[in-house]
């Protein structure tokens, strides 16, 4: 299994940026996929869960009406567009899977929101 997360960076107040998570090695189109972020000394947080067929997504109560998932099963592609970012959306986003009860990380990509 194997995740690539991309599309982190620097973005000011307001602002917008869309995160992407490449998957590989599984079947991609049988496994709910979540949206993770850590900030440095905290615990990592659940942001965004999306079924397999992306009819079922559920959101953290912080970026509810803000941030949105989907999924391109064609591609093996799971997306998190972030919008209205704030200064504590700062943070290292990470996707995730659970296969066969283990769950997998990619390697993360860094979002700072700051003017």
């Known amino acids: 299994v194997q995740l690539v997360e991309s599309g982190g960076g620097l973005v000011q107040p307001g602002g917008s940026l869309r995160l992407s998570c490449a998957a590989s090695?599984?079947?991609?189109?049988?496994?709910?996929m979540r949206w993770y972020h850590q900030t440095p000394g905290k615990e990592r947080e659940l942001v965004a869960t999306?079924?397999?067929?992306?009819?079922?997504?559920n959101y953290a109560d912080s970026v509810k009406g803000r941030f949105t998932i989907s999924r391109d099963n064609a591609k093996n592609t799971v997306y998190l567009q972030m919008n209205s970012l704030k200064p504590e959306d700062t943070s290292v986003y990470y996707c995730?899977?659970?296969?066969?009860?283990?769950?997998?990380w990619g390697q993360g990509t860094q979002v700072t929101v700051s003017s």
């Open positions: 999306i079924s397999s067929a992306g009819g079922f997504r």
């Open positions: 090695g599984f079947t991609f189109s049988s496994y709910g």
């Open positions: 995730n899977v659970r296969v066969t009860q283990y769950d997998y």
